[in-house]
């Protein structure tokens, strides 16, 4: 029951089909949270693309008339304890948010595949790298991540940083595991066969390969990048007090939950959504490339 | 006239949902076993072999897969109509298994005396004692040495070998009246085929059980079976008595199998070959599906499903050229396909 | 054949330490292959047989240096290959292929049958793009497919038609001897004779030497000139095939062949059986490693490990009793 394959002819692929192929695509489509996600996800990218042409107001102008004003048709999203718009702290936090995210997501990728590819590797690696990367995943990880912000002064960068030495660990033990189980295939020992060395051999077999646990794991690295820097900013060690961070947004909002809830509970919302929306999106993608990793997190 | 057949299938059709579509996996399948018949189900990937034996059984997965029959008589009993509680009691009591892979069909965690007991009490009322006495007695009659050690170990220490033996054992716990054994071999080296297979024989001729081999060699049919059914991209091409098929094969499949497996007399050059790949599920040729690798193959093969054509004593062949073939196999050099 | 063997394998072992999870000490050795010796010739086929765990597969690779042998000499046309450093090694590899068991893990699953076929020529390097795409659409062509799927991906493709895809990879560098390693076993029968001619048509189009490693004897016994037979990490017998298959020596042998299923129904009938189970390689019994499951077994066979010894024109036997077996079977 093994040829269920298609015979028939296709046009050359272009990269993304060579990821992404036809079929992978149609699932994707087919699968509703997947969808759901993405579409979450695109409407809070669109929102921070757009920040500077659909907010009403500079994110950071003040209007001590018009403070603590409820959600109205001039207030969109209402205004805080300063009289600044919510709806345009909002919407230029998701720049930040997003920004944030991705600067993670970027070292994760970069960082994460070089670890993970020399200690899945080279097993002579193996030993010390992954008892450093158990070292740093023995803390649990929002704590880790304030004890490095604590200690580089907090700024947008700093987040990106320590979310970052938080979360490679992670994607570097899965990318491990991954080399680990793509070198066992007979296609690695054709190419050793042929004479290829080890860079080509990571590069061109085991590497590409290992895209899809890489692209499962990223997803979600971005969801508690986003999470965790909320928490920092909460707690003062995240962006710059004046940034427009939702984590800021709440710590500011906490002082007057009882007179003006919207200003804890519009940007609250805010990382809900962007969180859940990758999620799904993140459990897609796993459902359609990576079936096997179903048990991590 | 002979006796009721113990399984009588008829028109039984198995169709798989999946992304790509709706496949038939088996297509219009006949065929009879009668009691302490052993029949071999021949085919290659994709021919339906196993698929059949597992729609049999009520196995496959509903959420997938739809499976359709005329009938399905097994025992005075239409499976076809079977509650899901009916199978259950089947399945393991009147009706045995043994699957490929000895490793996966038995539970890692569990002692060998465990999964033999489990199931002797859950068709049948008798005190744990008993049924471990049983299940020695089962060990012992399938050739495992030291049986009351065996009875506690786990599954990683016995060999894949005495694993199989464990798996018919079990499956022989209920003194069944059919067994299905799809590939029980395969995963075993030649000289242990051998071994189990000389004790299924042994044990079919004790019981007089019916047993449905399901298999892809040729040898092992030839080793066992007292009838054949050869199939073919989910239909039966062919069928009949053991020597009939290997003497006069009515399809030129069956004749091009026997041909392209390398023997051990003789020294030809080359083997013959039949041309092309085995049809995916998914793009089947209209007519005869056989037709496109068939170097008999004429016009009217492509325009029709070919019936099955009596081509002697409960040996009929889907070939509209099946007459031909026999008759040609009856004279020493006849005409090659 | 030729006088000097193209390729002369001597006295080659490997031996695994199997290490306490726990305590990190040495519970034992498996002697997955010890102290193997042939020779393959110009344009030859030796087929390798045994059982699983046999160490067959294992020899294959350690050919190839897939796997870094322990001691031994591995002579290819000449030069020892277990003393060559990274880059004399990798010159040679042009010349020594492999054919894999699997035609799915075997092909990686991102790169067109392009990419494939040509990475023995992009790795060794001195051609153009489109020589090596020549060539590719040459060998495509040469082992029955479509020269215009080269841009095709290999899950497009029937296991029959990987496993030529297979074929194509390990003939573009132009190598004079190929391990194939079950190259056929996966295969449905109906396929497995198309690629089995189609490696002989090879063989006598390139002049190419074969190590066809397999453990359906009736296969090798079709495609191979000499035969060596294998148990337990060690060769047992070799010899030339029809030697072998007729009057195999060694009872390993002999209850080999009388375990493979008959042709015709007509001629089943009780033979002798061997009795036991496939013993393991871990800590082999200080005697024949035979000894546990021959039916022949006198006490130095279990003290004294026979050594392969010659018994008529190249025919080799590691056996105390081959001569009286013999007898015993006329």
């Given at each position: 029951?093994?040829?269920?394959e298609?015979?028939?002819s ?9 990821f992404f ?5 149609r ?23 757009l ?33 600044r718009?919510?709806f ?17 997501v970027?070292?994760?990728a970069?960082?994460?595949?070089l670890l993970g ?12 790298l992954?008892?450093?990367?158990d070292a740093?995943m ?5 704590l ?30 899965i990318?491990?595991?991954s080399v680990?189980?793509?070198?066992e ?27 899809a ?14 999470l ?11 962006a ?8 800021i ?5 906490r ?5 003006a ?10 990382i ?9 999106l993140g459990?897609?993608?796993?459902d ?10 | 006239?002979q006796?009721?057949p113990?399984?009588?299938v008829?028109?039984?059709r ?10 038939v ?6 065929f ?5 018949e052993i029949?071999?189900l021949?085919g ?5 072999k ?8 009520g196995?496959l ?13 097994f ?26 892979e ?11 005396g465990?999964?033999?007991i ?6 049948e009322?008798?005190s ?7 299940g ?24 894949g070998?005495?694993r199989?033996?464990v798996?018919i054992a079990?499956a022989?716990s ?6 299905l ?5 395969t ?8 071994q ?24 092992v ?7 054949v ?10 069928q009949g ?5 290997f003497d006069r ?10 041909q392209c497996?390398?023997e ?5 050059r080359?083997?013959?070959?039949i ?10 040729p ?12 004429q ?14 004593q ?24 | 054949?030729?006088?000097?063997p ?7 072992s ?16 498996v ?12 344009g ?20 190839l ?5 322990d001691?031994g ?12 450093d ?17 035609p ?7 790169m ?6 040509t ?14 795409r ?9 082992v ?6 080269i ?6 493709f029937?296991g ?54 397999a453990h ?8 191979s000139?000499r ?7 060690e ?5 030339g ?12 042998t ?19 059986r ?26 130095v ?5 026979p ?20 007898a015993?079977a006329?």
């Open positions: 029951m093994s040829s269920l298609m015979n028939d296709r046009s050359e692929p272009s990269f993304l089909s060579r192929e036809g079929r992978r695509v699932r994707l489509i087919r699968h509703r949270s997947f969808m759901i996600g993405l579409w979450l996800c695109l409407f809070v990218t669109v929102i921070a693309v920040a500077p042409v659909i907010s009403p107001v500079d994110p950071n102008k003040m209007a001590i008339r018009s403070r603590f004003q409820p959600p109205s048709f001039e207030f969109l999203l209402g205004t805080d304890n300063l009289g718009d919510l345009s702290r909002v919407a230029w936090g998701a720049r930040l948010s997003l920004a944030i995210g991705l600067g993670v970027l070292l994760n970069v960082f994460g595949v590819a020399l200690a899945g590797y080279f097993r002579r690696l193996d030993g010390i992954m008892r450093l990367s740093l023995a803390f649990p990880s929002v880790l991540a304030i004890g490095i912000a604590a200690a580089m002064g907090a700024s947008a960068m700093t987040a990106v940083i320590s979310l970052a030495v938080v979360y490679i660990p992670r994607t570097a033990r990318l491990r595991a680990l189980q793509v070198n295939l007979e296609f690695v020992n054709a190419a050793r066969a042929a004479g290829a060395g080890d860079f080509h051999i990571l590069r061109r077999h085991i590497l590409p390969n290992c895209m646990p890489l692209v499962v794991q990223l997803s979600f690295v971005f969801a508690y990048a986003i965790s820097e909320a928490v920092l900013s909460f707690l003062g060690l995240g710059a007090p004046t940034d427009p961070s939702w984590g947004m709440i710590s500011e909002g002082s007057y939950i009882r007179e809830p919207w200003m804890t509970v519009i940007p609250g919302m805010a809900a959504i962007t969180v859940l929306g990758l999620n799904l459990d897609g993608l796993r359609v490339l990576d079936p096997r990793v179903k048990m991590e997190h | 006239m006796k009721e113990i399984l009588r008829e028109g039984l198995t169709t798989f949902t999946g992304d790509e579509g709706t496949v996996a088996v297509d219009d399948v006949s009879d076993v009668n009691e302490g029949v071999g021949i290659e990937s994709g021919s339906g196993s698929v059949t034996a597992l729609a049999i059984m196995l997965p509903k959420s997938t897969s739809q499976v359709t029959a005329e009938r399905i008589m025992d005075g009993r239409n499976l076809a109509r079977a509650s899901d509680r009916e199978m259950r009691r089947l399945r393991g009591g009147s009706i045995g298994m043994i699957f490929q000895p490793m996966s069909s038995l539970n890692p965690v569990l002692k060998i465990d999964q033999l489990e199931p002797i009490r859950i068709h009322r008798i744990y004692r008993a049924a471990f006495d049983r020695v007695e089962l060990l012992t009659k399938v050739g495992i040495p030291s049986p009351v050690q065996r009875m506690n170990d786990y599954p990683h220490q016995l060999s070998g005495m199989q033996r798996m079990i022989l209920c003194s069944p009246k059919l067994l054994a799809d590939e029980p071999t995963a075993l080296d030649v000289t242990i085929q051998a189990l297979l000389d004790l299924l024989l042994e044990i079919q001729a004790e019981t007089k059980m019916a047993i449905v081999l399901i298999t892809h060699s040729m040898g049919i030839a080793e066992c079976a007292d009838k059914v050869v199939m073919y991209s989910g239909r039966i091409a062919e008595p053991v020597t009939d098929i094969p009515g399809h030129p499949y069956t004749k091009g199998l026997m497996t390398p051990l007399t003789g020294n030809p080359r083997l013959t070959t041309p092309g790949a085995l049809p995916s599920l998914s793009a089947l209209p007519g005869c599906r056989f037709a496109p690798r068939c170097g008999l193959a016009p009217a093969c492509e325009a029709g499903r070919p019936p099955m054509i009596g081509v002697g409960n040996h009929a062949s889907a070939c509209i050229r099946a007459d031909e073939l026999v008759a040609s196999a009856a004279q020493p050099e006849g005409a090659e396909v | 054949m030729s006088k000097t193209l390729l002369s394998v001597r006295d080659l490997k031996h695994f330490t199997i290490r306490s999870p726990f305590r990190g000490t040495t519970v034992g050795t002697q997955a292959v010890n102290r193997v010796s042939f020779d393959i010739g110009e030859e086929t030796l087929g390798l047989v045994g059982e699983s765990g046999c160490g067959k597969s294992t020899t294959g690779r350690l050919l240096r897939l796997i870094e042998p001691r000499e591995v002579l290819f046309q000449g030069r020892d290959l277990l003393k060559l990274a880059r004399e090694l990798k010159a040679v590899r042009k010349s020594i292929q492999i054919v894999f068991q699997d799915f893990s075997s092909l990686n699953p991102r067109t049958v392009e990419d494939i076929v990475e023995p020529l992009y790795v060794q390097g001195g051609m153009t793009r489109r020589d090596m020549d060539r590719a659409r040459m060998l495509l062509d040469r029955g497919l479509n020269a215009a799927h841009t095709r991906y290999p899950h497009e029937s029959g038609q990987r496993q030529r895809i297979g074929i194509a990879r390990a003939l573009a560098a132009d190598p004079r001897f190929i391990v194939c390693d079950e190259a056929v076993s996966a295969l449905d029968v109906s396929v497995q004779a198309q690629v089995i001619n189609l490696l002989q048509d090879l063989q006598e189009e390139f002049n190419l030497s074969y190590l066809f490693i359906d004897l009736s296969v090798v016994r079709h495609i000139d035969v060596a037979v294998m148990y337990l990490g060769v047992v017998e070799i010899a095939k029809d030697a072998l298959y007729a009057s195999p020596r060694h009872p390993y002999q209850a080999l062949l009388a375990a493979i299923p008959v042709a015709h129904p007509r001629l089943r009938g009780k033979r002798a061997l009795g036991g189970e496939v013993s393991s390689a871990l800590n082999p019994p200080p005697g024949c490693r035979f000894s546990q499951r021959c039916p022949f077994a006198r006490d066979c279990r003290k004294e490990p050594a392969l010894r010659g018994l008529g024109e190249r025919h080799q036997v590691a056996c105390h009793f081959a001569e009286e077996l013999q015993v006329a």
